[in-house]
Structures are given as structure tokens and as C-alpha cells.
């Protein structure tokens, strides 16, 4: 799939508020910049643009939306400054068949609550612990080239109950050095489009610059887009016989 046209959301708000102060050392042209830094590499025939919540219309007009083949969505502390008119539109579109990357504290997103109907709610704690992410789905293509396991030095621990209704693809599943596992790499379809949610990817941590998490987020994408499906979300059809 060459030329597929990417954008990254990111709300920005840890980068404008420089919190954590290392954040500015880890990710110093922003996590959205690490994000499409490392799809440029995965992907060098595609077209990547960024998007923040500052931004007019958050960065995600209706003309963005429709030349963008997969939207990652990075978000943490603003979720409740979305606009409801571009979440309708995001929503929209993805019934259509644009892709979707929700990545780490983004299944608190109102876009992604909207997709699947539940709070998104997790467990947590932040003890700059290992995560070992165990590939349970061998032979999907959102695994392919990714080890079993790979291996994040540090990062926050999420934890069950993740309150998310069974995936329609369980890709990966988390340990961390406290026991806790959690359901880190899930697929979902709605409508036309199709939703991965990955959740490593903290703002304290250098997640985003491992080859191997980059490699997952390639492959996400690759699996999400469908560049030559019409954006048109399912309808109501009339038949035109009875049929017995």
C-alpha cells in the first residue's frame, strides 16, 4: 500500500504545559512528531500530516478527514475540549471507512467511547515498569516482524477490568513486573472502518522511538486503511424483490 495518506492527532496539551519537564528531552518535537517521525520511516511512501486540539476545528475539517486514509489519535488530559461537532465528523468517517489508531490514555477519547458504547475504563499506576507485550493473534498482519515478546523497558501499567466490549481481535495482551496484565492491542469493526487500539505510548516514556512499537503502528496502519473503499457509511437498502 503505497501513498496512503496518514494523520496524527495529538491534543498537545503535555507539550504546550512542558509536563513532565522530560518530556521536552524524550519527545522534543512532541508526541505527534514521534509518531509521524516513526510512520515516515515504516511507511516512506505515505503522506503524513499532524494535527493538534489548538488547532481550527482541532485540526480535523472535513477536507483533512477525507483525504486521510487512518486517523491515529493521541490524547491524555483533554478529552472533554473535543468538539462534539468534530467528534460527529471523525465518527463519521470512520463508519465510512477510514481507518482508526487509538493509542495509549485514548480509550478515554469521546470518539472512541462513542465507537464502542462503554466507559474505556481501565486500571493504573505509573511505577516506570517493564511491559512485556505477548503476541496472542500469530497470524494477523498487525503482528508480522513484531517479537513475542516485545519488550518496553518502562512504562505505565494498565491493568483489567479495561471496560471495552469483547474485540472483534485480541492482538496482544500486556504483563507488567507488578502481575498485572491487560488487553493491550485489540480491533474492532464498525460500520465500514476498521479500529485498532494499542495502548503503550506514555508521555514519560521514549516508547514512541522503540523500532518495535513503530513496527506495530506500520502495521496497524497498513491493516486499517482501505484507500479505494467509497467513504460512504452503511444505509438502509431497499430491496427491489421479496425474498422466501
Known amino acids: 500500500m503505497s501513498g496512503l495518506r496518514i494523520t496524527v492527532w495529538n491534543e498537545g496539551v ?119 507485550v505477548w503476541t496472542v493473534a500469530p497470524h494477523h498482519p498487525i503482528t508480522e516482524g513484531v517479537p513475542n515478546p516485545l519488550v518496553i523497558p518502562e512504562q505505565e501499567t494498565y491493568s483489567e477490568f479495561f471496560d471495552i466490549p469483547a474485540p472483534d481481535e485480541l492482538i496482544f495482551i500486556s504483563s507488567f513486573d507488578g502481575g498485572e496484565v491487560f488487553r493491550s492491542g485489540v480491533t474492532f469493526f464498525r460500520g465500514h472502518g476498521r479500529i485498532f487500539y494499542f495502548s503503550p505510548g506514555d508521555q514519560r516514556y521514549p516508547v514512541y522511538h522503540q523500532p518495535e512499537i513503530r513496527r506495530v503502528l506500520a502495521n496497524g496502519i497498513r491493516w486499517a486503511a482501505q484507500p479505494d473503499r467509497p467513504r460512504t457509511a452503511p444505509d438502509v437498502a431497499k430491496l427491489d424483490r421479496h425474498w422466501r
Open 14 to 132: 503535555h507539550e504546550a504545559e512542558q509536563d513532565p519537564p522530560v518530556m521536552a528531552e524524550i519527545y522534543p518535537d512532541g508526541i505527534h512528531g514521534a509518531l509521524a517521525e516513526g510512520i515516515r520511516h515504516g511507511l516512506p511512501e505515505a503522506s503524513v500530516r499532524t494535527a493538534l486540539l489548538a488547532d481550527p476545528e482541532h485540526g480535523l475539517p472535513e477536507e483533512v478527514l477525507a483525504d486521510t486514509d487512518v486517523l491515529l489519535w493521541w490524547g491524555h488530559r483533554a478529552h472533554g475540549q473535543v468538539d462534539e461537532a468534530v467528534v460527529d465528523r471523525v465518527q463519521r468517517h470512520v463508519l465510512g471507512g477510514m481507518g482508526l489508531l487509538v493509542l495509549h490514555s485514548g480509550h478515554f477519547s469521546k470518539i472512541f467511547q462513542r465507537l464502542l458504547g462503554t466507559t474505556c475504563s481501565l486500571g493504573w499506576r505509573d511505577a516506570a515498569e517493564q511491559e512485556l
